[in-house]
C-alpha cells in the first residue's frame, strides 16, 4: 500500500491558496570565526543526512479523480540544488534588507510538484554574518517524530561528526494510474466515507475540509466550547492579501525571569505580557480606541498528552512535549491579552490567572522537557501551532502567538555558530499578525510575520516589544 497522507496533511493542501501558504519558516543567523557560512559544505551537510529523513526526497502525488487522499511518492528528479539555494544582499547587508527578503520569500506558495520544503542561505551580511531562511511544507511535520529541515544541519559541537545513512540514493519506482486506482478502491472498501469526503474535495468545497481537519486534530470541540463568544473586532483581522511583512524583536531570559521573579507567573506568562503590553502601545499608536475593558484574543498552541478529555487539556509553563508521553499532541487555548489594563504588573497578573487552570492540571509538564527532546525540537513545535490555528475560524482569535523553549547551549552547522535564530509562524486566514517566539542560549527571538496591507507598520510593534520589556524591568526594580 502507498504512504497515503493523513486527512490533516492533505486538508493543508486543499486549503492552500496564494494568500495564505501553508508553510512554516524560520531565520537564524550564523557567524563563524574565519568566514560566513560556506555554502558548499551546507550543501554537503544535508545531501548525507538526507537518507535519514526520507520525507525530504519525496513529493505528493495526486490520485486520478480524487478518489483517495494523495500519496507520498520519491520524487524521480530530485534535485538538492533546487532546495537549497544561495543568495545574497549587497554588501554590507542590513538586518532590514534580510527582513524584506524574509518577507517575499515567506509570500510564495511551495511547488506541490517537488519535496515541500526549501533552504535560503543568505550571504553578504554585515559583520560576517549568514543568515539561513528555512520553509517547511506543514502536510511534512505531522508530529513530534516529524524532523523539521533546519534540524538537519544544526549540532551541539563545532566539529561534529556527520551522522549518515546509505549515501546511494535509488528513487523507488512511482506508481501509475492503475495501481493508484486500486489503492484508492481498496481503501474505499476500509473507508466507505472517505471517498464522498475527498470527491467534496475535488469540488473545492473548502467546508467539507475545514470539518475534515476538525475531527482529526485533538483538542477542537473542547477549546470551541472555550471560546463561546467570537473575538472582539479590529485591525489585527483583516482579509489576507498575497504580500507579508517580517520583523524581529530581541530579549534576554534573564530579563524574562528577573519580570517573574517575586510572581506566581511562569515564563510563558511573561511573554504574553511582554506581547500585551506592545500590542497595547501599538493599538494607542495607531489611534484605536483602547478602554478599561479592551482585550485581544491570542490563540496559544499548548502541548497535551494524549488520553481522556482532561488530559488534553494539561499545559505546560511554555508549550512543551514531554519526551516520555506516548502519542504526544498540540491543542489550543484561548487568552485574552488584557490590553486596556495600564499597570504592566497587573497586566501579567491576569494573564497569569487567566492561564494558571493548565499549569495546575495534574497532567502539566515541565518546559524543560522539550530540551531533552534530540535535535532543535523549536521549528517543528511551531509548525504544530500553527497546523492547529488553521483550522480554527478567524472569528475566534485575533492573533496567533507560538512559544517554544529551545536549547540553552550553542548550536553550530557546519563549524559556523548559529547567533539567533527567530521563527516564521503562517498567518491563518484573515489573520493580519502571527508571532513565533524561541528562546536559545540565553535570549529570547521574536518573529512577527505580518500581512503586508494590513500592517505597514510593524516594525513599530516590534520596537515596542522591546519597549515593553523595559517597561516591566523598571517597575519590577521600582
Do not use: C
Amino acid at each position: 500500500m502507498p504512504d497515503r497522507l493523513s486527512a490533516v496533511d492533505a486538508s493543508f493542501l486543499y486549503l492552500e491558496d496564494d494568500t495564505t501558504p501553508m508553510h512554516v519558516g524560520g531565520v537564524a543567523i550564523f557567524r563563524s570565526q574565519r568566514s560566513g557560512l560556506d555554502y558548499d559544505k551546507v550543501l554537503s551537510l544535508i545531501d548525507r543526512r538526507l537518507n535519514l529523513v526520507p520525507r525530504y526526497r519525496q513529493r505528493v502525488l495526486q490520485v486520478p479523480g480524487r478518489l483517495a487522499r494523495p500519496v507520498w511518492v520519491d520524487d524521480q528528479d530530485f534535485d538538492l540544488t533546487y532546495h537549497v539555494r544561495r543568495s545574497a544582499l549587497p554588501r554590507p547587508g542590513n538586518d532590514e534588507q534580510l527582513h524584506e527578503l524574509v518577507a517575499r520569500l515567506m509570500s510564495r506558495k511551495l511547488d506541490q510538484s517537488r519535496p515541500l520544503w526549501e533552504i535560503y542561505l543568505v550571504e553578504g551580511l554585515s559583520r560576517n554574518r549568514t543568515a539561513v531562511i528555512t520553509k517547511t511544507h506543514q502536510a511534512m511535520i505531522d508530529g513530534i517524530a516529524a524532523v523539521d529541515i533546519a534540524q538537519m544541519i544544526l549540532d551541539t559541537e563545532r566539529d561534529s561528526e556527520v551522522a549518515e545513512g546509505d549515501v546511494l540514493w535509488m528513487p523507488r519506482p512511482q506508481p501509475g494510474t492503475v495501481q493508484l486506482l486500486a489503492d484508492a478502491a481498496a481503501d474505499a472498501v476500509q473507508r466507505p466515507g472517505e471517498i464522498v469526503e475527498n470527491a467534496r474535495a475535488t469540488l473545492a468545497d473548502v467546508t467539507a475540509t475545514a470539518r475534515k481537519v476538525s475531527r482529526a486534530l485533538d483538542g477542537v470541540v473542547s477549546a470551541l466550547r472555550a471560546a463561546v463568544f467570537p473575538a472582539p473586532s479590529g485591525p489585527l483581522n483583516s482579509p489576507t492579501s498575497a504580500q507579508r511583512r517580517f520583523a524581529v524583536a530581541r530579549a534576554k531570559l534573564d530579563d524574562l525571569r528577573a519580570i517573574r521573579r517575586g510572581n506566581t507567573a511562569t515564563i510563558n506568562d511573561v511573554v504574553l505580557a511582554i506581547v500585551t503590553t506592545a500590542l497595547r502601545n501599538w493599538l494607542l499608536s495607531r489611534g484605536e480606541v483602547v478602554n478599561l475593558g479592551t482585550t485581544v484574543r491570542a490563540m496559544v498552541p499548548v502541548s497535551v498528552r494524549s488520553g481522556d478529555a482532561e488530559s488534553r487539556r494539561s499545559y505546560s509553563e511554555t508549550g512543551t512535549l514531554p519526551p516520555d508521553a506516548v502519542g504526544n499532541k498540540v491543542s489550543a487555548f484561548f487568552v485574552d491579552l488584557p490590553v486596556g489594563e495600564g499597570n504592566p504588573m497587573v497586566r501579567l497578573q491576569q494573564v497569569s490567572h487567566a492561564m494558571r487552570a493548565h499549569y495546575e492540571s495534574g497532567d502539566s509538564v515541565a518546559a524543560d522537557a522539550l530540551v531533552r527532546l534530540s535535535g532543535f525540537a523549536p521549528p517543528t513545535l511551531h509548525a504544530l501551532g500553527a497546523r492547529v490555528a488553521n483550522q480554527f475560524s478567524d472569528r475566534l482569535f485575533n492573533v496567533l502567538v507560538t512559544n517554544v523553549p529551545g536549547p540553552q547551549v550553542p548550536m553550530y552547522a557546519a563549524g559556523a555558530k548559529m547567533m539567533e535564530m527567530f521563527p516564521v509562524v503562517p498567518l491563518a486566514k484573515n489573520q493580519s499578525l502571527s508571532i513565533g517566539v524561541t528562546s536559545y542560549d540565553g535570549g529570547v527571538y521574536f518573529g512577527l510575520n505580518a500581512d503586508r496591507v494590513a500592517m505597514p507598520d510593524v516594525n513599530v510593534l516590534a520596537a515596542m516589544i522591546g519597549e515593553a520589556v523595559d517597561e516591566m524591568i523598571g517597575t519590577v526594580n521600582a
